[in-house]
């Protein structure tokens, strides 16, 4: 079975600061992996996904993560936050088998602090 | 394009009430889905399609019913809202159960 854990509900960091939001990750095939975002009363947002090669994943507005089998991890970065990054970050996981489904972590709310 | 619509954004309903939440995409996708997302607990599936004519229970579906006639319609139907159904509603397509899922804004329901 598959499953997503993010790492802390809540983080927060200063404007200009390295922003961090973690996920780990479990599944018994090779996965597709996915970090959405989702600004207050809104539907998510697909901001980068990883599917094959690059395990380097660049997304919009300055994000980017990182596929790393051996921890099972799939991190969220970018280096300088700014106000409008406030929001909420889902990690999420696909099994590459046709049964599988979408799995989502339970959120990390992202606060900026001026 | 439009992408995913939902309709109503917000509702109110008494308990016992029925009430029909509408989903349409227009990216011809074949898998649509219909999420509830409550505080702490992430996105949980309650009902998916496949295709046209094709449905199947997600991780939380009691109280809820879907129906997929056309491609591009996904309606989910609360028989009878219960307070616990209180929640916001977000549907979802994607060209095939494993691409990337295209939200919806959403629809915030509270039952009373």
Same mark, same amino acid.
């Given at each position: 079975?598959?499953?997503?854990?993010?790492?802390?509900?809540?983080?927060?960091?200063?404007?200009?600061?390295?922003?961090?939001?973690?996920?780990?990750?479990?599944?018994?095939?090779?996965?597709?992996?996915?970090?959405?975002?989702?600004?207050?009363?809104?539907?998510?947002?697909?901001?980068?996904?990883?599917?094959?090669?690059?395990?380097?994943?660049?997304?919009?507005?300055?994000?980017?993560?990182?596929?790393?089998?051996?921890?099972?991890?799939?991190?969220?970065?970018?280096?300088?936050?700014?106000?409008?990054?406030?929001?909420?970050?889902?990690?999420?996981?696909?099994?590459?088998?046709?049964?599988?489904?979408?799995?989502?972590?339970?959120?990390?709310?992202?606060?900026?602090?001026? | 394009?439009?992408?995913?619509?939902?309709?109503?954004?917000?509702?109110?309903?008494?308990?016992?009430?029925?009430?029909?939440?509408?989903?349409?995409?227009?990216?011809?996708?074949?898998?649509?889905?219909?999420? =509830?997302?409550?505080?702490?607990?992430?996105?949980?599936?309650?009902? $998916?399609?496949?295709?046209?004519?094709?449905?199947? *229970? +997600? @991780?939380?579906?009691?109280?809820?019913?879907?129906?997929?006639?056309?491609?591009?319609?996904?309606?989910? =139907?609360?028989?009878?809202?219960?307070?616990?159904?209180?929640?916001? $509603?977000?549907?979802?397509?994607?060209?095939?159960? *494993? +691409? @990337?899922?295209?939200?919806?804004?959403?629809?915030?329901?509270?039952?009373?």
């Amino acid at each position: 079975a598959q499953s997503v854990t993010q790492l802390g509900s809540h983080v927060s960091v200063s404007e200009g600061a390295l922003v961090l939001l973690r996920c780990n990750y479990s599944s018994s095939v090779p996965p597709y992996l996915f970090w959405y975002v989702q600004y207050p009363n809104q539907g998510l947002q697909l901001l980068l996904k990883y599917t094959t090669g690059a395990t380097l994943v660049k997304g919009i507005n300055g994000f980017e993560a990182e596929f790393k089998k051996s921890e099972t991890s799939f991190h969220l970065t970018k280096p300088s936050a700014h106000m409008s990054d406030a929001a909420e970050y889902f990690c999420a996981v696909i099994s590459y088998s046709s049964a599988s489904k979408i799995i989502f972590g339970s959120g990390t709310r992202l606060s900026i602090r001026p | 394009n439009a992408g995913v619509t939902q309709t109503p954004k917000f509702q109110v309903l008494k308990t016992g009430q029925s009430m029909t939440l509408q989903c349409a995409q227009d990216m011809n996708h074949e898998y649509m889905s219909w999420y =509830r997302q409550d505080p702490g607990m992430g996105l949980r599936l309650i009902h $998916y399609s496949v295709g046209a004519g094709i449905t199947d *229970q +997600g @991780e939380v579906p009691n109280g809820y019913n879907v129906s997929r006639s056309t491609t591009e319609d996904f309606p989910l =139907r609360l028989l009878s809202a219960a307070p616990s159904q209180t929640s916001v $509603y977000f549907c979802a397509s994607s060209y095939s159960i *494993q +691409g @990337e899922p295209y939200f919806g804004p959403g629809t915030r329901l509270t039952v009373l």
